[in-house]
C-alpha cells in the first residue's frame, strides 16, 4: 500500500512515483515478442541517440525509442505480425530502413545496424525562436549543443552545462557556492545599468529573472552586511538530467524574433520529449565529494605572535594555534539521483521524470537540496493532423546559506568567511565552558556563524505550457501555445541572541516572501511548402505575455528566546521594518519570419516584431525590430568543383533588436511613503514624497548588429567549424541623470549614451581519429570581444563619466573603483598608479592621480573539448579559459596593512611589504592583477558494461572530476569572480572581495536503463 503525504507538492510526487511503479509492473507483465538491436558506425563505434521506429506496415502499428550509451535498442512486447519496418536514423548519418520481418511466437529478434556518415554533419535539427531548422540552413549566428556533448558530472545549474562549448558565450560563475548565480555575457555587454543577461525560452515559454534578484539584499541594519546578497540563479529550478539541447541566438537575424527582449541574446533551452515503444526506466545516480580548492595565506597563530612582537605591540594570547579557513571548511558530500520513464503506444508518447540531488556546500552549516518533477507527454489525433505537446515541471531548491557577505564595508561588520581571514588565530575555537570565543565588540567567532546565523532560502518554480498544432491544409498550419509560470522565494535569516552580532539586539529576525507569475498566449499560423528548386517556412504570429511580481519583508529584534527565529515575529519587542511591493507590466506583439531557399544554394531570412510594451513612456509604447540575413552556400554552385570541401556557405546580417528589462513605472511619476515619518502630537505621521518624475519619452535600449560569418564542412564532414564576424551598437542607454536643484528627488531615467561591442568568434570541430576499437574527436573554440562606450550624452544632457562598483572594507571609503567614460570599455578600473613603496610608503605616478589602471573585460575566452573511446571505455576533458582580463583583488587590498595589527589578522605576504604599519590603505593599480587562467573544468571516464543476458538494457559507470586545475598567476583564491560588492543583486565585472571560493570534486556515478 502507497500512502501519499499531505501538501500539493507531495501529492505530485507521489502520483509521478506511482505511475512509474505501475508502469514497471506492466512491463513485467507486456507479451513476448521482443527486438533488441545495436547501432553502430562505419569504424564499429556504438551510436548514441540514434532513433530507432517500428511499423506494423499491415495494422498501421506504430513505435519508437533511442539507442542508449552503446548503440543498444529494445522493443518488447510487440504484437504478432508478418510486415514489420525498422528505420533508423541519427545525426550525422543516413537513415537506414529495414523491412519485411515477420514476428511470431514469442520471437526474439537481433539486429545489427551499421549506419553511414552523411557528407556532412550539418544536418542537424536546431530548435530557434518559434520553430525549428537544419544546422545547414541556418543564416544567423546560432550555436547549438544536445544532452550528449553537456559538460559532465554533478552538475546542479543548466548554465554550467554548456560552460565553455560555444563561441560568443561568456558564462562565469559568480562564487563557488552551490546553486549560485552566474555572470552571463553574449556577445559582450550592451547596456551600462540595466540587465545584460539574456533572454531564457523554456519549451516555448519566455520567463522572468526578476524576483531572484529582488531577493538579493536584506540587509536590515547597515553595520551589519552579514548575509548573503547573490541573486537567485534563474534556472536551478530546471534538472539538467531533463534538457535535450541549448540553443543560443547571438546576431539580430536570430534574435530579432524575439524583438524587444532579444538585444542581450536568447538561449532556447528544450527538454526530452518520449519515443513510442516499450516503457523504458532510465535511473542516474552519482555520489561525490567536494574540498574547497585554494585557501588565502594569512598569518599562523606563531606568524601572528612574532609580527606583532616585531611591531612592539601586545595581544591577548590564548595560547592555541587556530587555522580558521580550516574550522569553516570541511569535505563536503555530494548525491544527485535522477529517474525517468519514457514511451508510448500509437499516437501518445510521454517521459516523466523525478530528481533529487543534495550538495554539502565546502563551508560548515550550509547545503543545497534540488527536488524535481517533469513530465512531457505528446498525442496525434485526427490522422496525426491534430497534436498537442503538453510539459510541466516543478523544481524546488532549499538552502541553508553560509552568511558570506561581499558588503563588509565599516571595521564593525562582520561575515563567516571575513572572520575566517582576520580573526586571532591564538584563540580556540571555544573555552572551557564550550562557550565560543570572541573579540568583543567587533570580532566575531567564524564557526559561530554556522549555528547562530541562519539564512534559509527556499525557491519553488513552476513552469508549464500547452502547444496545439492543427494542420488546416497542406501546406498550412496552426499552432497555439498557453504558458504559465510561477515563482516562490521565501527566505528567512535569523541572528542569535547569543552570537555577538544579536547581543545588542535581543536576536534579529528577517522574512522575506516574494513571488512572481506570467501567462503567455500565442497564436503562430505557419506555412512550409517546397516547389521545384524553391522552399518557403514563413510564420506570422501574435503574442501576448502578462507579469506580475510581489513581495513583502518585515525584520524584527528583541526576543525573549531564540527559540522563536523567524517563526513569530510577534513575539519581537521591535518591528524594524515592514515593506511591501507590487509590479506589473504586459507585452503584446506582432511577428513574421521567412526562410526561403533555392536550390539549398541561396538562404534568405527575414523577420520582423512589432512590440508594446507597459514598461515606457506614453510616446514610445510601440516598437519594431526589423533584420534580414542572406546566404549563399559556394559549394553548391557548378564552378566549385574541390573534392575535400563538403560545405562551404557565406552568411552576413543585420537587424534591430531591444532591451526593455528597465523595472516597472519607470516612465511615470511615483509616490511612496517613508518608513519613518514625523511625530506630531505623540503620533507617527507618515509621510508621501515623489520618488520619480515622469519621462513620457522613455524608450527601449536599442542594439543594430552586423554579422558576417562562414560555415565549412571539409573530408567528409569529419572537419567542420564556423568563423564570425560581428560588429553591435546600442544606443539610447538607460541611465538615471542629475535633475536640476532645488527638486524632490535628485535623478531621473532617461534614454542616453550608447556602446559598442566589436569581436571574432572561432570554432573548429574535428573527427581525428575514427576506427573501429578507438575515435577522438575534439572541439576548440575562441572568442574575441572588444567592448566601448560611445557616449553618455544626448540632445538634451551631456554626460562625462558615471562610478560604480563602491570600494567595500576599510580601503579608500567612498571611493569607486571602476568608471564608465566614453572611448573605455566597460569594466574600466580608474584610480591612482602604483609606483613602489619608499621609506615605509605607497607613491604613485602623476601625483597621485587617477588614471585608466585596468580592464576586467577579456580579450578572448576560450575552450578546447576532447572525446576519447576505446571499445567500452570513453574518456573526455574540457580545458578552457579567458585571457587579457584583469581583477581588483579587493581582499588582499584590506588584508595587505601592517594597521590591520593586533586586532585583526593579515596575508603573510603584508609582513614583507615594506610598508610602515601607519601607512594607510589605498586603492592603486597595486590590487589590479591579471586575471588570465586556464582551467582543467572537467574530465570523465566512462565504461560501458556488458549486460547481455540480463533484464538490464545498458549499464554505464563513470568517474568525474570539476575544477581539477588552475593555471594563472593571480594571487587570490581564483580570478574567476565577480563578487556583488553593490548590494543590489548585480555584480560588477572582475571584483574579488570576499568570494565564496570554489570546490575541486571528485564523483561517481552509474547509468542504469530498463
Known amino acids: 500500500m502507497i500512502t501519499c503525504l499531505r501538501g500539493k507538492h507531495s501529492v505530485l510526487l507521489c502520483m509521478l512515483v506511482m505511475a512509474l511503479l505501475g508502469q514497471l509492473v506492466a512491463l513485467a507483465q507486456t507479451p513476448s515478442n521482443n527486438v533488441k538491436g545495436y547501432v553502430r558506425d562505419e569504424a564499429g563505434n556504438p551510436v548514441n541517440h540514434a532513433t530507432v521506429s517500428v511499423k506494423d506496415n499491415k495494422t498501421g502499428f506504430t513505435g519508437g525509442t533511442e539507442t542508449d550509451s552503446t548503440g543498444l535498442f529494445r522493443f518488447r512486447g510487440l504484437a504478432d505480425g508478418s510486415d514489420y519496418e525498422f528505420t533508423i536514423s541519427s545525426v550525422g548519418y543516413e537513415t537506414q530502413t529495414l523491412s519485411g520481418y515477420k514476428i511470431s511466437n514469442g520471437a526474439d529478434i537481433s539486429l545489427l545496424v551499421k549506419l553511414k556518415s552523411q557528407s556532412t554533419s550539418m544536418d542537424q535539427v536546431v530548435v530557434i525562436g518559434y520553430g525549428t531548422q537544419r544546422q545547414k540552413d541556418l543564416t544567423g549566428a546560432v550555436s547549438a549543443i544536445t544532452s550528449k556533448d553537456f559538460n559532465q558530472g554533478m552538475v546542479l545549474s543548466p548554465q554550467q552545462s554548456i560552460q565553455g562549448k560555444l563561441t560568443g558565450v561568456n558564462i562565469s560563475q559568480n562564487s563557488g557556492k552551490p546553486g549560485g548565480s552566474n555572470t552571463i555575457r553574449i556577445r559582450g555587454g550592451t547596456s551600462l545599468t540595466q540587465s545584460n543577461d539574456p533572454l531564457y525560452v523554456i519549451d516555448g515559454v519566455p520567463i522572468s529573472t526578476n524576483a531572484g534578484v529582488s531577493q538579493a539584499n536584506i540587509n536590515s541594519n547597515g553595520q551589519q552586511n552579514v548575509f548573503d546578497m547573490e541573486p537567485t540563479n534563474p534556472l536551478m529550478t530546471l534538472n539538467p538530467d531533463d534538457i535535450e539541447s541549448i540553443t543560443v541566438l547571438k546576431d539580430a537575424s536570430a534574435t530579432a524574433i524575439y524583438g524587444s527582449r532579444g538585444a542581450n541574446g536568447v538561449i532556447v533551452v528544450t527538454t526530452k520529449k518520449g519515443t513510442g515503444g516499450s516503457p523504458m526506466v532510465a535511473l542516474n545516480a552519482s555520489f ?92 496525434a489525433a485526427i490522422k496525426d493532423r491534430l497534436t498537442f505537446d503538453l510539459r510541466v515541471n516543478y523544481g524546488q531548491t532549499f538552502s541553508r546559506q553560509s552568511p558570506v557577505s561581499n558588503t563588509v564595508g565599516s571595521e564593525f561588520a562582520s561575515s563567516m568567511n571575513y572572520e575566517a581571514m582576520v580573526f586571532n588565530p591564538t584563540y580556540p575555537v571555544r573555552d572551557e565552558a564550550g562557550n565560543y570565543y570572541n573579540v568583543p565588540p567587533y570580532r566575531v567567532n567564524p564557526v559561530s556563524f554556522s549555528d547562530q546565523v541562519l539564512d534559509e532560502l527556499t525557491n519553488n518554480r513552476f513552469i508549464g505550457n500547452l502547444s496545439t498544432t492543427l494542420k488546416i491544409v497542406k501546406p498550412l498550419s496552426v499552432n497555439v501555445n498557453i504558458g504559465y509560470t510561477n515563482q516562490n522565494i521565501n527566505r528567512n535569516s535569523y541572528i542569535a541572541k547569543a552570537n555577538l552580532l544579536g547581543q545588542g539586539l535581543g536576536g534579529l529576525a528577517s522574512v522575506q516572501k516574494l513571488e512572481d507569475y506570467s501567462k503567455l498566449l500565442e497564436t503562430v499560423l505557419r506555412y512550409n511548402n517546397t516547389f521545384g528548386d524553391h522552399t518557403l517556412d514563413a510564420i506570422a504570429g501574435y503574442s501576448w505575455q502578462y507579469f506580475l511580481n510581489n513581495g513583502n519583508r518585515t525584520a524584527a529584534n528583541g526576543f525573549l528566546s531564540d527559540e522563536f527565529k523567524w517563526y513569530s515575529l510577534q513575539a519581537a519587542s521591535t518591528i524594524n521594518s515592514v515593506s511591501t511591493f507590487q509590479g506589473s507590466n504586459k507585452l503584446i506583439s506582432f511577428y513574421a519570419r521567412a526562410n526561403y531557399s533555392y536550390a539549398d544554394k541561396i538562404l534568405f531570412t527575414g ?114 567549424g564556423s568563423l564570425d564576424y560581428y560588429d553591435k551598437k546600442t544606443t539610447d542607454l538607460l541611465l538615471r541623470i542629475p535633475v536640476p536643484t532645488p527638486s524632490a528627488i535628485s535623478t531621473q531615467l532617461a534614454n542616453v549614451g550608447s556602446v559598442q561591442n566589436r569581436g571574432l568568434e572561432v570554432s573548429i570541430t574535428g573527427v581525428i581519429v575514427d576506427r573501429t576499437d578507438f575515435g577522438w574527436e575534439s572541439n576548440f573554440n575562441i572568442s574575441f570581444n572588444r567592448n566601448k562606450v560611445l557616449s553618455l550624452s544626448n540632445d538634451q544632457f551631456s554626460g562625462k563619466n558615471i562610478q560604480i562598483a563602491p570600494l567595500q572594507g576599510t580601503v579608500s571609503l567612498g ?34 592621480a587617477d588614471t585608466i589602471i585596468g580592464v576586467a573585460q577579456p580579450k578572448y575566452i576560450f575552450g578546447f573539448s576532447n572525446t576519447f573511446n576505446y571499445k567500452r571505455w570513453t574518456l573526455n576533458f574540457l580545458f578552457r579559459g579567458s585571457v587579457g582580463n584583469d581583477v581588483f583583488n579587493l ?81 587570490g583564491v581564483d580570478p574567476e569572480v565577480n563578487s556583488e560588492v553593490s548590494g543590489t543583486g548585480t555584480a560588477p565585472l572582475g571584483i574579488d572581495y570576499l568570494a565564496y571560493p570554489r570546490a575541486r570534486s571528485l564523483s561517481l556515478g552509474v547509468n542504469l536503463t530498463f
Open 815 to 848: 571611493r569607486f573603483a571602476q568608471l564608465v567614460v566614453p572611448g573605455e570599455p566597460l569594466g574600466t578600473f580608474y584610480g591612482p598608479q602604483f609606483s613602489g613603496i619608499t621609506d615605509g610608503k605607497e607613491t604613485y605616478a602623476y601625483n597621485g
Open 288 to 379: 561525490g565529494a567536494s574540498k574547497v580548492a585554494k585557501t588565502l595565506d594569512v598569518l599562523s597563530a606563531d606568524e601572528y605572535r612574532k609580527a606583532i612582537a616585531d611591531l612592539g605591540l601586545t595581544i591577548d594570547d590564548k595560547g592555541a594555534n587556530t587555522d580558521w579557513q580550516k574550522e569553516i571548511f570541511r569535505t563536503a558530500a555530494l548525491q544527485d539521483y535522477n529517474l525517468s520513464l519514457s514511451g508510448g503506444s500509437g499516437k501518445t508518447t510521454y517521459r516523466a521524470s523525478l530528481g533529487y540531488g543534495n550538495q554539502q556546500s565546502i563551508m560548515i552549516g550550509s547545503d543545497l537540496t534540488r527536488t524535481n518533477a517533469r513530465i512531457n507527454v505528446n498525442h
Open 607 to 720: 523577420t520582423v516584431r512589432r512590440d508594446g510594451s507597459s514598461r515606457f513612456g506614453s510616446g514610445n509604447k510601440w516598437g519594431i525590430f526589423p533584420s534580414g540575413s542572406l546566404a549563399w552556400r559556394i559549394s553548391k554552385e557548378k564552378f566549385f568543383n574541390v573534392d575535400k570541401i563538403n560545405d562551404l556557405k557565406l552568411r552576413v546580417s543585420y537587424g534591430l533588436t531591444g532591451n526593455q528589462e528597465i523595472g516597472n513605472l519607470n516612465s511615470i511619476t511615483t509616490l511612496g511613503a517613508t518608513t519613518t515619518g514625523y511625530i506630531v502630537g505623540g503620533k507617527r505621521i507618515t509621510t508621501v514624497l515623489p520618488q520619480q518624475y515622469a519621462n513620457p519619452s522613455l524608450k527601449w535600449e536599442q542594439t543594430a548588429q552586423l554579422d558576417i560569418g562562414i560555415d565549412y564542412a571539409l573530408f567528409g564532414g569529419r572537419l567542420r
Open 891 to 971: 581582499t588582499a587590498a584590506n588584508m595587505s596593512y601592517l594597521s590591520n595589527l593586533p586586532g585583526k589578522n593579515v596575508l603573510a605576504s603584508a609582513v614583507n611589504s615594506g610598508l610602515n604599519r601607519d601607512a594607510p590603505k589605498q586603492y592603486s593599480s597595486r590590487w589590479i592583477e591579471d586575471g588570465s587562467f586556464v582551467r582543467l573544468d572537467n574530465l570523465s571516464l566512462g565504461y560501458n558494461v556488458n549486460v547481455k543476458n540480463s533484464f538490464i538494457s545498458s549499464a554505464r559507470l563513470f568517474l568525474t572530476g570539476q575544477n581539477l586545475l588552475l593555471f594563472t598567476n593571480y594571487s
